[in-house]
């Protein structure tokens, strides 16, 4: 590993010595029409192929409708020109809500994001073009031992202990595990709500009823294709519930110990809702492929040295989840919420408390590219988006154009960059660039805001609204490490 360095960069020819100078293996092409063209997706096709990565903004409505904020985001998103929009983290039950302005579908909130779409597509055509439609994909998401449903204290939902992450997320030895007749009787229910919900389709009139209500990932995958999203994501990253089943080694019964149970959950969700929705509707997944955490309690790493990948198990979950049926595959990595974000993210700089990584941006940008690629082998004509481009800034199409013209990925998706340079594909295929001064700088400082229990954004390219919230975000959360003292 080299030492970590910020992005210095002016011209393609640096980045290509740096390549050289730290012997990695990172494909630039110059000819980036790859990006331009359209790829499809299950029985549907997006008119190219940036993706927005799922990009939280802690900032929707008390009862999970879009505020004027997201609303704002998802417009932006939608004339940049993406070709899929892969939307935030959605709770499927406010207990599992990672926090109180958690986006939240629900049949009372149902028509709010169908008008949102609406607009959404029609701005994205008015500014990309008539035939322009963006796919957009719904994050289904319970976010476990990061749940917070209220307030500023974590309510854990955990599936094991973790002597290594218990300690940061509130949990003591006295915090019980999620029963497996938690996990049971809400896959039970996602198959008795499709069944209920294809007879509530056929006769119409009947409202929904107690039971539907409790079934809350068919619920909302279900109302997901009624009001125009193209599909949905069952959530399998970042060391949220789902994640965290796949590397629950240590716990007893049907959920975890062999890979066959610690992989129930997530196939079992998605086997109920490919049924419930049919073949038309695109069920993706966005999952960790490697956790970079000790064993017994992380996925897809060597038992002995957590920093190297085994693809046993990844690959074996990939082939699971193309069997179900799934259209779409996403692969992130680590865990956000841990002392190596760059995993999951490579930074220019660190949110507060977290240790410069002793590894340069590109090598983590590498390893997510190549986890990316063996993902996309493994799953075939499956499309798997890609990530962790934001830290190349103005380069990254270059980089992108490369890994889709080796069919390394069908998909160049950006996180942090869209929230930054939300016109970037735009910019791209219209002017053939990114403009510098309009590039994600890695700072962290959107992901401060999170970790501050802020509603987050670009404080850098977006510091209109942003730069005070970011501001006002460290402020409260000094006033309340300062009364926990
Ligand atoms: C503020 C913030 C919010 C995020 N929210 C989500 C989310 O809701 N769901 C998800 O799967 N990943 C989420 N991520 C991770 C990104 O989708 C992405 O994997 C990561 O930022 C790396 O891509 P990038 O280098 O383009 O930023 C979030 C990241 C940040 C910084
Ligand atoms: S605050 Fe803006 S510039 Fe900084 S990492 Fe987030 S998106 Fe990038």
């Avoid at 092409?29 to 549907?44: C, F, H, I, M």
């Avoid at 890609?386 to 950006?414: D, E, H, I, M, T």
Wanted: proline letters at 6%; one cysteine or more.
């Amino acid at each position: 590993m080299a030492a970590h360095e910020k992005f210095n960069f002016k011209t393609l020819d640096d980045v290509r010595a740096k390549l050289k100078e730290l012997d990695v293996r990172m494909d630039l092409r110059e000819d980036l029409s790859p990006l331009a063209e359209p790829v499809r997706v299950g029985n549907k096709t997006a008119p190219n192929a940036f993706a927005v990565l799922p990009m939280e903004g802690c900032d929707s409505n008390t009862d999970g409708s879009p505020s004027e904020l997201v609303k704002r985001r998802y417009l932006r998103l939608a004339r940049g020109g993406y070709g899929l929009i892969w939307w935030e983290a959605n709770a499927v039950v406010p207990e599992g809500r990672a926090n109180f302005r958690q986006m939240m579908l629900t049949a009372c909130n149902r028509s709010q994001f169908g008008e949102l779409i609406r607009q959404a597509n029609a701005e994205a055509a008015d500014r990309n073009g008539s035939g322009h439609r963006p796919l957009h994909i719904l994050q289904l998401t319970h976010s476990g031992r990061y749940s917070r449903p209220e307030g500023h204290t974590g309510r854990p939902i955990i599936p094991q202990h973790d002597p290594i992450l218990d300690p940061r997320s509130n949990v003591t030895e006295d915090t019980p595990l999620v029963t497996d007749s938690y996990l049971d009787a809400l896959t039970e229910r996602y198959v008795q709500s499709a069944l209920l919900a294809q007879a509530v389709a056929r006769q119409s009139g009947l409202v929904w009823t107690e039971t539907l209500r409790r079934v809350r990932d068919v619920q909302s995958a279900l109302l997901a294709q009624e009001i125009g999203f193209d599909g949905v994501d069952v959530k399998a990253c970042h060391r949220y519930l789902v994640s965290e089943l796949l590397a629950s080694h240590t716990r007893e019964g049907k959920y975890g110990g062999s890979f066959e149970n610690r992989s129930r959950f997530l196939r079992q969700t998605v086997q109920a809702i490919r049924s419930a929705v049919g073949p038309d509707f695109i069920v993706a997944c966005r999952f960790n492929v490697f956790d970079a955490h000790p064993y017994p309690y992380g996925f897809g790493e060597d038992k002995d040295d957590f920093w190297k990948f085994d693809p046993t198990e990844p690959m074996e979950l990939v082939r699971m989840l193309c069997r179900e049926g799934v259209d779409l595959l996403s692969n992130s990595a680590g865990n956000p919420y841990y002392i190596y974000p760059q995993v999951t993210r490579p930074f220019d700089t660190s949110s507060m408390g977290i240790p410069t990584p002793d590894e340069h941006p590109l090598e983590s940008m590498v390893r997510l590219f190549d986890l990316t690629r063996q993902i996309q082998e493994a799953a075939g004509d499956v499309p798997v988006v890609g990530n962790g481009y934001s830290w190349l800034r103005q380069f990254l199409p270059y980089a992108g154009a490369a890994n889709l013209a080796a069919g390394k990925c069908r998909f160049v998706g950006l996180g942090r960059s869209s929230f930054a340079y939300p016109d970037a594909p735009y910019d791209v295929l219209n002017k053939g660039a990114m403009d510098p001064a309009k590039c994600c700088i890695a700072c962290s400082k959107c992901t401060q805001i999170m970790r501050d229990h802020g509603q987050t954004g670009c404080v850098i390219r977006d510091s209109r609204i942003y730069a005070q919230m970011y501001r006002e975000a460290r402020e409260d959360a000094s006033h309340r490490e300062h009364s926990f003292q």
